[in-house]
C-alpha cells in the first residue's frame, strides 16, 4: 500500500510493518502526522520514541519519552527509556537525574546499570567501578563492565581476559568481539585484532546482506542503510573503524581508505565522530580542504574522538598553518590538559616558536630531545641488566621504540630549523649526535642520505645511505620514493658509476612498462623525475645543450608525464636558462632553442588540466583557474624565450 494512500486508523498495522522491515524513517513521517492529529496520542508517541531509539536518535527519542513519562507517571518503562535515551545523547548529567525517578524497588539492576554506564561515559571511573561491584558477579554485565573498567586503566590483557570470559559465557557477540579486537590493537598485536574484525565482517555480510557491505568500494550506488539498532548491533561501523586504524598504523593507506568505504553506507550528516574523523585523517592528501572541515567541525561536538584535537593542531603544523595552530590551542586551553600529553603539547608549542625566534624554538627541542635521549638510556640499560623471557624482552624493545618514534620528529624538527638555512653541515652534525640511538631507523637513514647528497661533495657517502632503501624493494622499485632513486642516479654520475646509475634506470623502466601494458592510462613520474634530475644537475653545472634536451626528452610521451611536480623540475631549469641567456652568461645552438620552443608548445597543448601549483588548502586568496596551469605558466615561458632568443625576428 503506497503511504499517500493510508487512511486514518489504518496506520498502526502498517507502522508495526515498517518498523518489523527496519524502515524507521518511513514509520516515523506517518507517527508524526498521526501525533499531531490525534493531540499526543500514546501510542504514536510510544512508537515515535521506539524508532528515534532504534536509528539513533537519541534526542529525539528523549523528547518522546520526557512528554509520556509527564502524560503517564505511572509507566515504570517510559522512566527507564527516557534515562536511556539521553544516555544514548550524552547528556549525562540529565541521564543521571532520570534515573533518580525510577522505583528502585523494581528497576534496582536496570538502574545501577545505566548509573554506571552514566558515570563511565562521565570519565568518573572510580564511581563507576563502586556501582558495577554493586552487581551481583553472576550477571553477564558483570565481567563486560569490569573489562570496559580495565581497559581504561591500560590494563589491556586482563581486559582482554574479563571480554573472553564474558563471551565463553554468554557466545558470541558482536560489541564483545569488537573489545577483544580493541584490547588487541592497544596491545599493538594486530593479526590478532585483525582476527576478530575479519570475523565479524564475515557474520555481517552473511546474516545482515541489507547493510550493502563492501558495496561503495566496489562502485556499486547504494542507499543510506541509517544508523538503525541492527547496525549498532552488529558493531560493524565499530570493526570498519577500528581496521582503518590498524592499516594506518601499518602505513597501508590504501587498505585504510578501503576499510572505510567498506562500512556499510551513510550519508554524511549520519556519520559516527570516529568515521567522520577517520575519513578526516586518512583521505587528507587527497582532499586537505574537506578533512580540516571535518577535523574542525568534530572540535565543536561534544564528545568528539580523543585524538582530534591533537590531530588537528599536528595538520596545522604540516601544512604550516601555524597560526591557526596558535589560535586553535589559546581558545581551547581547556582541552589542552585533557587531550594533549606534556611531550605533545611541548612539541608543538616549539614548532610553532619556529617561526618567530628559530634559535628559542631550537632550544626548546633540544630540551624535549634531553628527555627522550635519557628515556632511552634507561629503557637500554634496564633491558641490560635483567636476563630477559621473550615476552620482557619483547615489552622492552616496545617501550624503546615508542620512545624513539617521539624522538625522531624532535630530531627532524631540529634540522629542518638549519635545513631551510641551507646549513648542512650543522643538520648533519645535529644527525650524529643522534648516532647512538637512530642508526637503526628508516626515517633518519633516509634525511642523514638526503644532507649528505646536498653537500656537493659527499656522493659516495650518500651513496652509502641510498642503496641500502633502494635494495630493500628492489622488487617493487617504484615503491621507492622518486626523488631517492633521482638522487642515488645523480650520487652514481658524480662519482663516475654510469654503469650502475644506467642499471638503476633500466630497471625503472621495465617497471614502469609493466605498469602501462596492465594500466595504459595510469600516469608513472618516477623514471621522468630520476632523467629531469640528471638534467637539472647538467643545467646547474653549465651544461645547458645536454642538460635541457634531457629534460625535454624526459617528460616524454607528454600525456602521461605531465604533471604538476614534472612541472616544476623543468621550468626551474628553463626559468635559470632565461635568466643565464638574459645575462649574456652563455649561447644556445639554434637546433636547442628550436627545440626548447616546440617544449613548451606541448606543454601549452597537453597542460590545460594540470594544475601548475598545488594550493594550500586554506587558502583565502587563490589564484585565477585560468592561472594556475601548465598551460599558462608554458605560454609565459614561451613569450619570454621569444623575447630574449629574438626568435620571432
Known amino acids: 500500500m503506497p503511504l499517500t494512500t493510508i487512511k486514518d486508523g489504518e496506520y498502526t498495522a502498517t507502522v508495526y510493518k ?71 545523547a550524552c547528556a549525562f548529567p540529565e541521564a543521571m537525574k532520570a534515573t533518580f525517578l525510577l522505583d528502585s524497588t523494581t528497576s534496582h539492576t536496570k538502574m545501577i546499570k545505566l548509573q554506571a554506564a552514566i558515570t563511565y561515559g562521565e570519565e568518573d571511573f572510580s564511581g563507576a567501578k563502586t556501582l558495577v561491584e554493586q552487581l551481583p558477579q553472576d550477571d553477564p554485565d558483570y565481567d563486560v563492565d569490569l573489562g570496559c573498567l580495565l581497559y581504561k586503566e591500560g590494563e589491556y590483557e586482563e581486559a582482554c581476559i574479563k571480554f573472553m570470559s564474558s563471551m565463553n559465557v554468554l557466545g558470541y557477540q558482536p560489541d564483545l568481539a569488537y573489545n577483544i579486537a580493541l584490547c588487541y590493537y592497544s596491545l599493538k598485536q594486530y593479526a590478532s585484532a585483525l582476527k576478530y574484525i575479519a570475523e565479524m565482517i564475515e557474520r555481517g555480510i552473511r546474516e545482515h546482506p541489507e547493510l550493502s557491505i563492501g558495496m561503495t568500494t566496489e562502485g556499486i550506488d547504494v542507499r543510506s542503510v541509517g544508523n538503525t539498532l541492527v547496525l549498532h548491533e552488529t558493531a560493524l561501523i565499530e570493526a570498519f573503524n577500528l581496521k582503518a586504524a590498524i592499516e594506518y598504523q601499518l602505513k597501508n593507506y590504501v587498505a585504510a581508505q578501503e576499510a572505510l568505504t567498506d562500512m556499510p553506507p551513510r550519508s554524511e550528516e549520519e556519520l559516527d565522530p570516529v568515521t567522520l574523523h577517520n575519513q578526516a585523517l586518512m583521505n587528507m592528501d587527497t582532499k586537505p580542504t574537506e578533512g580540516f572541515e571535518k577535523l574542525a567541525f568534530l572540535l565543536q561536538q561534544n564528545p568528539f574522538p580523543p585524538v582530534t584535537f591533537g590531530n588537528l593542531l599536528l595538520l596545522y603544523c604540516k601544512y604550516e598553518y601555524f597560526d591557526l595552530a596558535a589560535d586553535v590551542l589559546a581558545e581551547n586551553a581547556h582541552l589542552t590538559y585533557k587531550f594533549l600529553t606534556p611531550y605533545l603539547y611541548e612539541f608543538l608549542d616549539a614548532i610553532i616558536t619556529c617561526q618567530t625566534a628559530p634559535e628559542e624554538a631550537f632550544r626548546k627541542f633540544d630540551e624535549i630531545a634531553g628527555k627522550l635521549t635519557e628515556q632511552l638510556r634507561n629503557v637500554t640499560k634496564q633491558e641490560a641488566r635483567h636476563n630477559q623471557d621473550d615476552e620482557s624482552l619483547k615489552k622492552y624493545v616496545q617501550d624503546y621504540d615508542e620512545v624513539l618514534e617521539r624522538y625522531i620528529p624532535v630530531l627532524m624538527a631540529q634540522a629542518k630549523i638549519y635545513w631551510n638555512r641551507e646549513n648542512y653541515s650543522m643538520v648533519e652534525k645535529i644527525f650524529h649526535k643522534s648516532l647512538e640511538f637512530c642508526n637503526e631507523h628508516d626515517t633518519w637513514k633516509l634525511n642523514v642520505a638526503h644532507v649528505l647528497f646536498m653537500q656537493d661533495n659527499k656522493y659516495k657517502e650518500a651513496i652509502g645511505f641510498y642503496e641500502p632503501i633502494v635494495k630493500k624493494h628492489y622488487e617493487n622499485i617504484l615503491n621507492v620514493s622518486a626523488i631517492v632513486l633521482a638522487n642515488l642516479c645523480v650520487s652514481y654520475i658524480m662519482t663516475s658509476q654510469n654503469e650502475e646509475a644506467e642499471e638503476l634506470m633500466r630497471k625503472i623502466e621495465k617497471e614502469e612498462e609493466q605498469i602501462s601494458y596492465d594500466d595504459p592510462d595510469k600516469k608513472i613520474f618516477h623514471l621522468c623525475i630520476v632523467n629531469l634530475v640528471i638534467g637539472t644537475l647538467y643545467c646547474a653545472k653549465g651544461n645547458y645543450d645536454f642538460g635541457i634536451s634531457r629534460v625535454i626528452k624526459s617528460l616524454e610521451p607528454y600525456n602521461k608525464k605531465l604533471g604538476t611536480d614534472t612541472w616544476f623540475y623543468a621550468k626551474r631549469c628553463f626559468l635559470s636558462l632565461l635568466e643565464n641567456m638574459a645575462k649574456h652568461m652563455i649561447m644556445l645552438k639554434d637546433s636547442v632553442v628550436q627545440e626548447c620552443i616546440q617544449f613548451l608548445e606541448h606543454c601549452e597543448l597537453y597542460g590545460k588540466d594540470v594544475p601548475a601549483i598545488i594550493e594550500q588548502p586554506l587558502e583565502e586568496d587563490r589564484m585565477h583557474i585560468g592561472k594556475n596551469t601548465v598551460t599558462y605558466e608554458s605560454r609565459l615561458i614561451k613569450a619570454v624565450f621569444c623575447e630574449v632568443t629574438g626568435w620571432n625576428e
Open 18 to 88: 515498517m518498523i518489523k522491515e527496519g524502515r524507521y524513517g518511513d514509520a516515523i513521517n506517518i507517527l508524526s502526522k498521526e501525533h499531531q492529529k490525534h493531540n499526543k496520542s500514546r501510542a504514536a508517541l510510544s512508537l515515535l520514541g521506539y524508532c528515534y531509539y532504534h536509528m539513533q536518535d537519541f534526542t529525539n527519542a528523549a523528547e518522546c519519552y520526557e512528554q509520556l513519562t509527564q502524560l503517564h507517571p505511572e509507566v515504570e518503562d517510559y522512566k527507564l527509556y527516557y534515562a536511556q535515551s539521553l544516555y544514548g
